[in-house]
């Protein structure tokens, strides 16, 4: 029987100083990423022109100055195998000098030994170009490169290098050597090129536009060293909207909701450069009511964030994250659907496995995970289970390794750590009593909003007013189709007054917004 593919769903909700990104599989929550448009982002990715600032033979490492609070390491296996090149090209790059010339007159040299030394490449004040490879965590500062790459759809460049390698993925050695031959061809002196797994079967049009975008973003950097070689952000990777879109994009992808115009456009033309058939998924959404609580994003991020973490038939997990670990503790709680304890375990165990693979891509949980699962004697069942959280990690992206459980329900789980771990708090203050567990009685709320209304008609002279409430709220003032608040208020102060239920509100919150959108205060 042919497996149905899911359907995977990206919801962008684009604020004002952030985007929120939620992958939905089957319109269940399975990623959720954050992007801050502050400026105050170091991102994976990001190419930066640092400082050196501490050389630590003991490491065989250095501290480098990238503009963070925290100073970036390189160790030296990190600087690439052509850094001298890099090097060259900084020191002799300036305002007075064709960048493309110097570029291609640059020769790579012999490549650096695994076992040199740092101190003998790196000195404090240098100034280096650097790539991140894993984000500020806790007190810990990036983790760079100096192997500097450029990731598109089918192709990650790699200035200063000569090599063209092939992903493993593609079978036929056909096609590996028509890949190899047709980018090698393209590629200009300097270059080299991974050729990524979603290469296979694409055209030449395909790889040559791609690979001119990626060469064209990575010589864009070039003017902003020749013109000051101080500390700064040279170029960063893709929004995340459109990182999210060039890793995950495939047949499966259904459609792609964004609440901005210009970031939909952003990602329209994106799509058109790496999946020109699949442009018209983009959508652009302007429903009334805000993106997330639409498509019930909202509900689920306050279900799935918290400490526990609740499952089918009263199971739930309890998710601990500390510095050095996390811990997930698996109970049963109320479900008893078989007297075979040992069988009810293991249905237990396998819902749980479940979660906690969707939790691990969900919080982008990293570094070692020790998962409490409840004990089982028999010893088919837990190999059972170590296989089936193999099988359902194998959608994760980031590099793992699950070991088997011990004789005491343990398993152990390895995932890649670039970033910090995402938390969000699902616990909410009361707006009216701010904490103190004291509010104003909920039976004359009415009262309070219709003397609101009162005010802004007769005072302000407004004739449309939309109240957002929460759905408890909401629900109180539509009762009754003739005779609710709602509706009496239409009639007593001859406005057109709507209602919007908002799933971030509590139980008594509102607020009131005229005609343009403006909230009233």
Known sequence: MESVKPDKDLIVDVKPTSVHIALMENHRLIEYNTESSTGENFS???????????ILPSLNAAFVDIGDKKEAF???????????AFDQFVKRLNKNVNPADLYGQIELGTPLPKEGRIEGILTPGQ?????????????KGSRLTAEISLAGRNVVLLPFAEKVSISQKIGSKEEKRRLETLVKSILP?????????????????????????????WESSWQKIAKDKSIQLLFTEYSKTTTVLRDLLNDSFSNIYINDAKVADEARKYISLISPEQEKIVHLYDGKQPIFDHFEVT??????????????????????????????????????????????????????????????RLRDMGGIVIVDFIDMENIEHRNNLHKYMQDLMEADRAKHNVLPLTKFGLMQITRQRIRPVTEINTMEQCPVCHGTGKIQSSVVIDEEIERRISYFVIEKGLRYITIKTSPILGAYLKRGFFNSYLSKW????????GIEEVTDFTVLQHEMFNEKGEKLE
């Not at 390189?74 to 001298?84: A, E, K, P, R, S």
């Not at 100034?127 to 007190?139: C, F, G, H, L, W």
């Not at 002196?189 to 001119?212: D, M």
């Open 44 to 54: 994976v990715g990001d190419v930066h022109l640092g400082r050196v600032k501490k």
């Open 74 to 84: 390189i160790h030296y296996l990190d600087l690439g195998l052509y850094f001298n």
């Open 127 to 139: 100034m280096v170009i650097a790539q991140i490879v894993k984000e500020p965590i806790s007190t």
């Open 189 to 217: 002196k300097n270059y080299g090129a991974i050729i990524r797994t979603a290469a296979e079967g694409k055209n030449a049009a395909t790889l040559v536009s791609e690979i001119q975008s990626l060469i064209q973003k």
């Open 299 to 360: 509900r689920q991020i306050k279900g799935s964030f918290g400490k526990v973490v609740p499952m089918r038939q009263g199971a739930y997990l309890v998710i601990e994250t500390t510095e050095a670990l996390n811990v997930i503790d698996v109970n049963s709680g109320i479900r008893t659907k078989t007297s075979d304890q040992e069988q009810n375990s293991y249905e237990v165990n396998r819902m749980a496995a479940e979660e906690i693979a969707r939790q691990l």
């Open 490 to 497: 239409r009639k007593r102060y001859k406005i057109k007054l």
